[in-house]
């Protein structure tokens, strides 16, 4: 039986300071592992640091840098070289969405308005998404990967969606950059394999976040919208994900448990991605 084996290991979080990613990093701080909270937003990064290195006595720093500039990461890792030295995990977080890439309607049907539908989106926007999701895992796993390669051990656990297997409707850039995220996770993980490094994804479902709050449920009264109830009746287990559902299959991913697992994406959405609806 494989132990976990991550006690005093170095985790870089991009996108730390996020719903999602900060609720990963104290499940890597409460197995030993020394958190790196990287995010663009640096108060935001240093008091989730702060809060981890407080509830679980093991060290974290923030960090800022932006996943889509090469040279800040590589400052970032300069500064986390001299505080904990080789990194050994990176979980590849940062990562979302724009409306101004999304349509206002699903399917059309002829009386919408053009720019309500898929002629009305916007090209720039697009390039925004998939710098952020597609970019913005590649730059980081260029930078902090070196590490792993030298040392012939590492993990990099990218964070995609399910979105990525269906695409949902409106949502199109994001849909395509996601599975743009699963299609690199597969590459890097063949290209990595005799290296010693591992390369996988975890797809979260639906969760409820300050971005989405309103839309999936109604502001007074808390009932779901239409959108809402779409999402529940899709999901088999009839529920909104939450960031804790995550920790399970992110410490099997990122620890000796799934030594030999290497260019897969797990889904960790109540069944939405197997159910046909019907
Ligand atoms: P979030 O918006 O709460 O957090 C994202 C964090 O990334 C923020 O702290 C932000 O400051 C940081 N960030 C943004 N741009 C950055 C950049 N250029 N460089 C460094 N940091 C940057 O997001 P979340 O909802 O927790 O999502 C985290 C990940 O999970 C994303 O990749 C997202 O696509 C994915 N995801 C989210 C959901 C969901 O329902 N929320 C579902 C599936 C997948």
Known sequence: MNELNLKNKVAVITGGAGVICSEMAKSLAAQGVKTVILDLNKDAAT??????????????????????????????????????????????????????????????????????SFFGLQADAFDKVFDLNFKGTLLPTMVFGADMVKKKSGVVLNVSSMNSFRPLTKVVAYSAAKAAVNNFTQWLAVHFAKVGVRVNAIAPGFLITNQNRFLLTDEKTGEPTARGKKIINGTPMERYCVPEDLTGTVLYLISDLSKAVTGIVIPVDGGFSAYSGV
């Open 47 to 116: 008091a989730v640091a702060g809060a981890i290195e407080k509830e679980f006595k093991t060290p974290s720093i923030g960090v800022s840098a932006s996943v889509l500039d090469k040279s800040s990461l590589e400052k970032a890792k300069n500064e986390i070289n001299n505080k904990f030295g080789d990194i050994d995990i990176l979980i590849n977080g940062a990562g979302g969405n724009s409306p101004a890439a999304t349509t206002k309607v699903e399917k059309m049907d002829g009386t919408e308005k053009p720019e309500d």
